[in-house]
């Protein structure tokens, strides 16, 4: 049996919840170990971080944002592709509807070819492609922001349901998984014995300018720049969203 890391099976420890999984191509158990923390030592720095669409995430102490996966040649790739095969799918039923009634049928059966069912497997495997791809890039970002070593990372309470109801975005929304990102990080922080604070929902941290404090009432989504208009101020809004979040006060 392959074993996804050999050299970190501990020896003589009690294995607890078993899982097996199947992803369409392969199957996997995995099992729980407890084994001892092994916290860092921290710098003692609160870091902020802010979700969007243009970029996965801006992080207050890291220069460079972590890119969006799903702009990538790859991602998009992935996606013309199935869409192609699904058309071709929807096709064939089509097909075999059209058959059916011309045969006298009142009601509508959908008998699946081999072809049918070779290009839904071939479905499956590109949905598995681009949920591994979407998960690796969450895992790789949580990564480098947690080695870090921030005492307190602070991210926003996003109403992702909400924000679903925008028929423009929603799409977008869904693929970036932000539910996803942040119960990642929140695990790893605890691993790693750094706080983990979710930021009020009605926080202004776009309105505010992290220089003077000012805020901004009539900020709106299209401004990607922010510019105070007390200090005149200029920063990239996501960024400056994410260093008012690094100082949310935690008793908030």
């Known amino acids: 049996m392959?074993?996804?890391?050999?050299?970190?099976?501990?020896?003589?420890?009690k294995y607890?919840?078993?899982?097996?999984?199947?992803?369409?191509?392969?199957w996997y158990i995995s099992v729980g170990?407890?084994?001892?923390?092994?916290?860092?030592?921290?710098?003692?720095?609160?870091?902020?971080?802010?979700?969007?669409?243009?970029?996965?995430?801006?992080?207050?102490?890291?220069?460079?944002?972590?890119?969006?996966?799903?702009?990538?040649?790859?991602?998009?790739?992935?996606?013309?592709?199935l869409k192609r095969k699904q058309r071709q799918v929807s096709m064939k039923y089509e097909e075999n509807k059209t058959s059916l009634r011309k045969a006298g049928e009142n009601r509508y059966k959908f008998t699946k070819t081999k072809n049918t069912q070779k290009l839904e497997k071939e479905i499956k495997l590109i949905h598995r492609r681009l949920t591994n791809i979407r998960l690796n890039h969450?895992?790789?970002?949580?990564?480098?922001?947690?080695?870090?070593?921030?005492?307190?990372i602070v991210v926003e309470d996003l109403n992702v349901s909400g924000m679903m109801k925008n028929k423009h975005l929603s799409k977008a929304i869904q693929e970036q998984n932000f539910h996803k990102f942040i119960t990642t990080l929140q695990y790893k922080s605890k691993l790693n014995g750094i706080e983990f604070v979710k930021a009020d929902r009605f926080y202004p941290s776009s309105?505010?300018?992290s220089n003077c404090g000012d805020t901004k009432k009539d900020l709106k989504l299209k401004d990607r720049v922010?510019?105070?208009?007390?200090c005149n101020f200029k920063?990239?809004?996501?960024?400056?969203?994410?260093?008012?979040?690094?100082?949310?006060?935690?008793?908030?």
């Open 226 to 230: 922010f510019v105070c208009p007390s």
């Open 33 to 81: 170990v407890e084994v001892a923390e092994t916290a860092e030592k921290s710098t003692g720095i609160s870091i902020g971080i802010d979700l969007g669409i243009k970029d996965l995430a801006v992080v207050s102490n890291i220069d460079k944002p972590f890119k969006n996966i799903n702009k990538t040649k790859e991602v998009k790739r992935l996606k013309k592709k």
């Open 138 to 152: 969450i895992h790789q970002t949580t990564n480098e922001i947690v080695k870090t070593k921030p005492s307190t």
């Open 16 to 26: 607890t919840n078993p899982r097996i999984t199947y992803d369409h191509k392969y």
């Open 235 to 252: 920063i990239d809004r996501d960024k400056n969203a994410s260093i008012n979040l690094s100082r949310y006060p935690k008793s908030a």
């Open 2 to 13: 392959k074993v996804a890391e050999p050299n970190k099976i501990p020896i003589g420890v």
């Open 207 to 209: 309105k505010t300018c």
